[in-house]
């Protein structure tokens, strides 16, 4: 078991709710999931960009 599994699971269920989190865009602004979702449907998608 790596330190990922033990975090979070392998996959996602759809409609599966995100935990409340805020994180920095590319412009430096924070990102709110909680005020993003509190507004409209919001869809997340992760890049893994270069290993």
Known sequence: ???ID???P???STEA???AFSL???DGQIVDLARLTA???VAL???R???
């Open 10 to 12: 392998a996959t996602v």
């Open 39 to 41: 507004a409209s449907d």
């Open 49 to 51: 960009g270069h290993w």
């Open 17 to 19: 709710s995100a935990p």
């Open 1 to 3: 078991m790596t330190a």
């Open 45 to 47: 998608v992760f890049y």
């Open 6 to 8: 033990a975090v979070a």
């Open 24 to 26: 920095p865009a590319q």
